[in-house]
């Protein structure tokens, strides 16, 4: 009887540690998924906290009006720009009256290349810090967030008839002091992207934008005849 109940005792204290480990286990676990939603929540929550009134002060005095920037522009992810210096693309920013946070970005009669397409584009972005992650990339002071959804587009489609959308976005960074900006639109349209890759904005550019529009048409048709694309 003795014998049977010392086994007995032995059996239960195995099991005890056996759960006390899985418990351990177990309440690790559950202790870095709280921190790491937690995390996340608070990323979200700066994501979408206004940006520095002082560096969106500085940018309403120079993102602003008509600015040519050069982009790349894909179609169901095909590059329809192909020059690796992109296609001046003439944008227009416009702030808003009644809130300092908040801008329209337009783009008007946008085509290129071969695209068969002409767009229009407007939408309005909210301007916002940079969580974590991005701070690592944009580094340096200065940048400040933006971002916008359920914008409108229109325009001619590939087939001549008039087409319509919504729910277009745009999602970039602008850095107030240097005046880098990057930013990519999404048309919701022929899966139709607008790719603005880093660089810094030449307000100079806007003179000679016909110019040189025209030039990257010729230009663009040269790379086509020796790469034999029609």
């Known amino acids: 009887m ?45 994501t979408n906290s206004d940006a520095n009134s002082e560096l969106v002060k500085e940018a309403t005095n120079y993102l602003n009006g008509e600015i040519v920037l050069s982009t790349n522009a894909t179609m169901n992810g095909v590059n329809k720009t192909l020059l690796p210096e992109g296609c001046p693309t003439k944008f227009k920013f416009e702030w808003s009256k009644t809130d300092a946070q908040t801008f329209t970005i337009s783009l008007l009669d946008f085509t290129v290349g071969n695209m068969g397409m002409i767009i229009n584009f407007k939408c309005d972005v909210k301007t916002m810090v940079l969580n974590s992650w991005e701070q690592k990339e944009y580094t340096g002071d200065g940048w400040i967030k933006f971002k916008g959804e359920d914008g409108s587009v229109w325009g001619t489609d590939t087939d001549g008839s008039a087409s319509s959308a919504k729910g277009s976005s745009v999602q970039g960074y602008y ?56």
């Open 2 to 46: 003795f014998k049977r109940t010392f086994l007995m005792a032995i059996a239960f204290i195995c099991m005890m540690k056996a759960n006390f480990k899985k418990n351990i286990a177990f309440l690790s676990l559950l202790f870095f998924a709280v921190f790491a939603f937690c995390s996340c929540s608070s990323d979200e929550e700066i």
């Open 175 to 230: 850095n107030a002091k240097t005046h880098e900006i990057q930013f990519i639109v999404n048309y919701n349209m022929m899966n139709v992207r607008s790719e603005c890759f880093k660089q810094t904005i030449d307000k100079s550019r806007l003179a000679t934008f016909e110019a040189d529009k025209k030039k990257y048409e010729e230009d663009l048709a040269a790379y086509k005849k020796e790469h034999g694309i029609k």
